[in-house]
């Protein structure tokens, strides 16, 4: 059963602490992202990867960190700088498409709360 | 000014009513167009992908681009309380990123 995955479903963060959300994909993608979404605001880029062990800011990636370490892993983790963590976060990966056009899928979500 | 505008509503219409939800957008390097359907608390899901100007269809969703105006819609036909959800416009260029639109709430009463 393919598709993405990402875990845990919620995550309740206290004060200065980091915490790590989980996604995993078996599409056998090159490319994955991490976004963040939050009301009003539509999807905002913080993270991506478009090959194993490389990869690159988005618009909003202060606060947070990534690793690519595996094709089929690209793990957030949300530091204690990031000052306003409480958000939605979802991750994508990309099929190529036509003439190198992408088709992004997105996993479940995680909801992140700060105590 | 923002890449990608897209009205956030929300939009409320009775069952079987004709649905328009739009964005425009100022980057003339954007290729192709997708909308996406989110339901509340869940991940976006592809809805409609597109890469020229025109019409294309899917069942009750039609998806229209305009190059020459920078602007893209997506119609709903005979809309269903199940389609109640946030429509998300996304763009994309050849930079392997794209670049979403607010999102719209779209609310279909029985």
């Not at chain 1, 700088?81 to 190198?100: E, R, V």
Request: some cysteine; hydrophobic content about 30%.
């Amino acid at each position: 059963d393919g598709g993405i995955t990402q875990s845990p479903k919620y995550l309740f963060r206290k004060e200065g602490q980091n915490v790590t959300l989980s996604c995993e994909q078996n599409l056998n993608h090159d490319a994955m992202y991490w976004y963040r979404q939050d009301p009003g605001q539509g999807l905002r880029l913080i993270y991506y990867s478009q090959i194993v062990n490389d990869f690159q800011k988005g618009d909003i990636a202060e606060g947070y960190s990534v690793s690519r370490e595996k094709k089929e892993s690209f793990p957030l983790t949300v530091t204690s700088a990031q000052k306003n963590p409480t958000a939605f976060y979802l991750c994508a990966s990309t099929s190529p498409g036509l003439a190198g056009t992408d088709t992004q899928y997105f996993g479940p979500g995680t909801r992140l709360t700060v105590l | 000014q923002k890449e990608v505008e897209q009205d956030p509503g929300p939009l409320s219409v009775p069952e079987g009513a004709i649905v328009s939800l739009n964005c425009t957008y100022s980057n003339s390097a954007f290729q192709y167009f997708m909308w996406y359907r989110q339901y509340s608390r869940k991940g976006p899901e592809l809805l409609m992908y597109t890469y020229s100007s025109g019409n294309k269809e899917d069942g009750r969703f039609t998806a229209q681009v305009d190059k020459s105006s920078k602007y893209i819609s997506l119609f709903i036909r005979d809309s269903q309380p199940s389609d109640s959800a946030t429509y998300l416009c996304a763009m994309g260029s050849n930079t392997g990123k794209l670049i979403f639109g607010q999102g719209t709430t779209l609310q279909v009463k029985p």
